[in-house]
């Protein structure tokens, strides 16, 4: 395993972790003043800063993209709903590559309107029909623009409006259908969040391989956990095995970016100095 | 598919579903009243009432019961902890037969502690070590007084806490490598609200068949989901196919009770007429 606790050329934060303390910016200043290697923006955050500004700071600090997130939420009620997903996709697609990023992150949707809280379907096979057409769809752009394109499996909890891709397993097998070459162009983003639980990540991880592992996102799972969406915690803070996940991803061959995303009303009502110095101090000892 | 509209012998009320208004003996009455077919009753309901009584009363009333909730959580801190565990769970079985119940239900348990709030381990691949030799020791008491155990898999997001066995695959592994031959004695209880999201659902419904169905739980996934452990909704109004899956019961061989289980803040604040009557007019009309 590599070891963290030297530099910190290897940790991303990805920064929606900070979204309600500060704007893109000034996230990536005060990640450049602690050496800290990457960053995996969002794009609302990119595009209220500005695509051309953010690319132009990113690339003059010397800072690595470990991601862009996100496209995705593919799954429409209509025909005039999927094409326009598609549009927004390659769109992201190109946003990804004007940053440099390592590869856009692919939450793919589910029920169509579940996320406004008024789904007009309960069909999630449909839905996973849909994502896997729309995936394809992209893929083929992707490749010509040359960025890879990330599945992150989204935890079960979140599957009606977020994600109907919510293990590791069935991410990989769409990768498998869509690159059976395994060319590098399709892969998946694990987080230990919405992985840990599950019985088969070990042997999934190794299924992946370097080819298809793409990014690997930290954090950790509190008892209790009080929100389905917004109490993920600091690495250490939860029951996660950091450390004996992380030998897993590293066992199958990956040596990018250890990205950090933690959505918390706890850590976003922190100042945003205190998150960053908490993050490097569990990154160099628990992760 | 069954036809529920007519009567409703096949419907089972899981009597968590009104913990919050009634004693077991009054929830016996309000369900022979309706002619429902079944109860599925609570342990610490049951002890509350008595035993032997709960046992008359039911066997008086002629009525069902689909199962006995719960066995399970085996894993534990220390030795004496996972015996202690173990001389429950033969309580557990000894009350099943007392009651009739088609089967004992099994929460298998996760990290010691975690359901207090303390996780004195995160180690779920031991509790799940812990989990199948555990099943193993019961099954072997259980074969002895003819009770069989239906694995119950939880929803992920109850991983920590409650079960470490949260998928159907997951569970019917651990079934054929307990009980290869099939006989009956080791089987699984799938709940809508903790499979609905698996893209394995009907092929591992399908795996089980009939000689590993030894219940069928309904309820509904709300969208959105307030809070991880009381917000199961009525049938009919979440986003649970409940027909498609109940489609896939039935092919498999299914002919056992379609049991009622609603753990709900919403529903447990309301008159037990109402809850009762809503549970039944739904069962009839989208289960």
Known sequence: MR?????LRHLSINTATLRKQLALPAIVEACVARGIGAICPWRDQVHAAGLAAVAKQVKAAGLAVSGYCRGGFFPAADAAGLRAALEDNRKAVDEAKALDAACLVLVVGSLPGALAGKPTSKDIGLARTQVLDSIAATLEYAKGVGMPLAVEPLHPMQAAERASINTLEHALDICDALDPGRTGALGVAPDVYHC????KLESQIARAGQKRLLAYHV?????????LLNDRGMMGDGIVELRKIRAWVEAAGYTGAIEVEIFSDHWWARPADEVLDTCIARY????
């Open 3 to 7: 070891d963290l606790a030297g530099d």
């Open 219 to 227: 954090c950790d799972w509190l008892v209790p956990t009080r929100d």
């Open 196 to 199: 840990w639980w599950d019985p």
């Open 284 to 287: 160099q000892t628990v992760v």
